[in-house]
């Protein structure tokens, strides 16, 4: 790699390889991003015109590229399209450490427990405006809020409109592994920078 790149790294299964690895990269495989993942038809209010910019929304910003099994790595499941990820993307420096923190794409659908059942269309909104979570944390950068901080507000809320009115989906993604801890499902390191 002479020039500048940026690289998709994936750890297969970290847990059962040996402790101490002289190259950092030794446990990782380059991979390819997978197709791009279309956003599902809503389960209600398909015909609503804020449902449909919602949608339309949601193609354009990728969301379904991190919060859908198989988008990151694999081929994507369309039966859980925006119901989160068994893939993770590491939020830690693989190189630095051996067991990096990895966070996991959370369930979008309207499920009660597993998904954002319990989320208002403003506690969407803001999410996706400001960063700020439900309880008034910060979501994570990886989740590219700063993106999207300019969408205009009544996007954001037909972004919310239009995900709690997909079919609620069970599918739970794997909870946020700290630093130090083996990842209990895969995950995904973006982002290697070489200057020359
Ligand atoms: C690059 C990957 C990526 C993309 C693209 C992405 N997200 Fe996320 N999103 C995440 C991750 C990772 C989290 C978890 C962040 C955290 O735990 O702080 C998350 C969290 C969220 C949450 C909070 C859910 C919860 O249960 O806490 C919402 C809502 C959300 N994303 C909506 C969206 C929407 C809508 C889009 C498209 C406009 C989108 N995301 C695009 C990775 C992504």
């Known amino acids: 790699m002479r020039r500048l790149g940026l690289c998709l790294l994936a750890a297969v299964f970290p847990a059962v390889l040996p402790a101490l690895a002289a190259d950092p990269f030794e446990d990782f ?20 015109p804020v449902v449909q910019r919602g949608r339309y929304l949601v193609n354009l910003l990728g ?91 009544e996007d954001a809320v037909a972004i919310a409109r239009y995900l709690q009115r997909l079919a609620p989906n069970p599918h739970r993604a794997p909870a946020q592994v700290p630093e130090g801890e083996p990842a209990s499902a895969p995950y995904v390191h973006v982002g290697l920078y070489q200057r020359r």
């Open 29 to 48: 495989e380059p991979v390819e991003n997978a197709l791009v993942v279309a956003a599902p038809a809503p389960a209600r209010d398909g015909d609503d």
């Open 63 to 153: 969301c379904a590229s991190c919060h859908t099994d198989g988008a990151l790595i694999g081929a994507p499941e369309e039966a859980r399209a925006l119901a989160g990820s068994q893939v993770g993307i590491a939020i830690s420096d693989p190189m630095r450490v051996r067991y990096p923190a990895v966070v996991y794409p959370p369930n979008l659908t309207p499920h009660p427990t597993a998904g954002l059942g319990n989320w208002s269309e403003e506690d969407i909104a803001r999410l996706l405006r400001e960063g700020m979570s439900r309880h008034g944390g910060r979501a994570l950068p990886v989740m590219p809020w700063q993106s999207y901080a300019r969408l205009a507000e």
